[in-house]
C-alpha cells in the first residue's frame, strides 16, 4: 500500500499514473488537512478516486501516548509503528509564543552508539519510512490548538537514530514537510543533525541546500571523541569539518556545532581551547563560523550508574569564558522535558517498553 501521508504531490502522480498533478496536489492538500477517504475531493475524477483507493491508504502509525513536561511546555510523544515498534517524537517550544517545533526520529534506535545518549544504548532497530518520519510531525502539528494561533513552524531531525545513515527517507520526508500543499514548514527551519558522516552531509548539501545542518563535536579532542563517539573511528572529526566546510560553502549556512557538556571530562579549559581551535580554523576555511550551542548533560540512567554528570554551573561559565577570550561565542541552548524524558540524549522509547 502507498502511505499517503509521506508523499508529495509529483511523487504521488508518479506512482499513480491514473492521477493526474493537478489532481495529486489536491489530494495531498486534503490528506494534510485530515482528510481520510472520508468524504470528496474537489474536482477529482471519479476514476481518479477509485486507483486511489485501490492503490493507497494511511498505514497505522499509532500514538500511544503525549506527555507533557511538568516543568516546562516540551511534550513527549509516544508511537507504535504497524510492526511493533516504539517510536518518539517531542513538541519544543521556540521564543516566540505560540510557535513550535518537532524533534523527530529517523530510526528506531541508532547504530552509533554515543556514550552520552541513552538511544544509542538500543543498537539500530530499523530505519523509519518517510511518511513514519511525517507522521510525527503531523501528530505534533495535530496537537496545537490552532484557534489560540499555535502554529508549527520547524522540524528538528534530533531524535532517535542518525537521519543521515536514512538519507533518503530523509530527504523525501523533508520534501513533504517543506511542501506547500504538505505541511509548509519553511525549509530553512528544517535542521539535519548528525553525528558525522562525512558522504550524508556532503549529499543534505547538494539536495536539500535550504536545509540546515547540525553537528556533534562531544570533543574536538581526538581520543576523548573517540570514547564518547565511536563514529569518530570510521570517520575523523577532521574528515567530518572538511564535509562541513563544503556544506557550508554550498548552502551559505552555518553549521551548528552542539557541545554536549560533561563533568570532569570534556569540560575543562584545555577542552574550551581546543573547540575554539577548531571553530577559528573552520571559519577560516568556510568563511563563516560555526554556531556553537552548549547542551547541558540530561541523564540517561538511574542515579549511581549514570555514567556521566551534568557539568556545574561554575565549570560551565569558566569553559564558556575560555573560549570568549579565544574571541569564540557560544549559546546554551535548553533542552527541556527532562522530566518525561523528552530532553536531548533521553530518547529511548524501546528500552523503557521492551
Ligand atoms: S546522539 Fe544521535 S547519533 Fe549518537 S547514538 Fe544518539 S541518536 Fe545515535
Not at 68 to 80: E, Y
Not at 148 to 156: F, I, S, T
Request: glycine share 8%; net charge positive.
Amino acid at each position: 500500500m502507498i502511505a499517503l501521508q509521506g508523499l508529495t504531490p509529483e511523487r504521488l502522480a508518479a506512482s499513480i499514473p491514473a492521477l493526474s498533478l493537478p489532481e495529486a496536489r489536491r489530494v495531498v492538500s486534503a490528506v494534510h488537512r485530515g482528510w481520510n477517504f472520508d468524504g470528496p475531493i474537489r474536482d477529482l475524477r471519479r476514476g481518479s478516486l477509485d486507483a486511489l483507493r485501490a492503490r493507497a491508504g494511511f498505514p497505522p502509525f499509532t500514538l500511544l501516548e503525549a506527555r507533557a513536561s511538568a516543568i516546562d511546555p516540551f511534550v513527549k510523544f509516544l508511537f507504535r509503528t504497524s510492526d511493533g515498534r516504539l517510536v518518539e517524537a517531542v513538541r519544543i517550544p521556540l521564543e516566540v509564543p505560540g510557535r513550535f517545533s518537532a524533534c523527530v526520529s529517523s530510526q528506531v534506535g541508532c547504530a552509533l552508539a554515543c556514550a552520552f545518549c541513552a538511544t544509542g544504548r538500543l543498537g539500530l532497530g530499523r530505519n523509519l519510512e518517510a511518511w513514519e518520519i511525517v507522521e510525527q510531525a503531523r501528530a505534533v502539528r495535530l496537537g496545537l490548538d490552532r484557534s489560540k494561533g499555535e502554529r508549527l513552524r520547524g522540524v528538528v531531525f534530533q531524535g532517535m537514530g542518525e537521519p543521515l545513515d536514512n538519507l533518503d527517507a530523509v530527504l523525501e520526508a523533508i520534501a513533504v514537510l517543506a511542501h506547500p500543499c504538505a505541511l509548509a514548514v519553511d525549509a530553512r527551519a528544517i535542521t539535519v543533525s548528525t553525528a558525522g558522516l562525512p558522504d550524508g552531509i556532503r549529499r543534505l548539501g547538494r539536495e536539500a541546500r535550504k536545509v540546515r545542518l547540525a553537528l556533534s563535536i562531544g570533543s574536538a579532542d581526538r581520543e576523548k571523541r573517540l570514547r564518547l563517539m565511536p563514529v569518530e573511528r570510521a570517520h575523523s572529526l577532521e574528515e567530518v569539518l572538511e564535509a562541513c566546510v563544503e556544506h557550508a560553502r554550498t548552502t551559505g549556512y552555518r553549521p551548528m556545532w552542539a557541545y554536549t557538556l560533561l563533568e570532569g571530562v570534556n569540560d575543562g579549559e584545555e577542552d574550551a581551547r581546543a573547540l575554539a581551535d577548531l571553530a577559528v580554523s573552520f571559519a577560516a576555511s568556510a568563511g563563516i563560523p560555526p554556531r556553537i550551542s552548549l547542551l547541558a548533560y540530561n541523564a540517561i540512567d538511574e542515579p549511581g550508574r549514570d555514567p556521566f554528570r551534568r557539568s556545574s554551573p561554575e565549570r560551565e561559565t569558566a569553559f564558556r569564558d575560555a573560549l570568549r577570550a579565544a574571541g569564540v561565542f557560544t549559546k546554551r541552548r535548553y533542552s527541556g522535558g527532562s522530566d518525561v524524558g523528552a530532553a536531548c540524549g533521553q530518547l529511548a522509547a524501546s528500552a523503557s517498553r521492551d
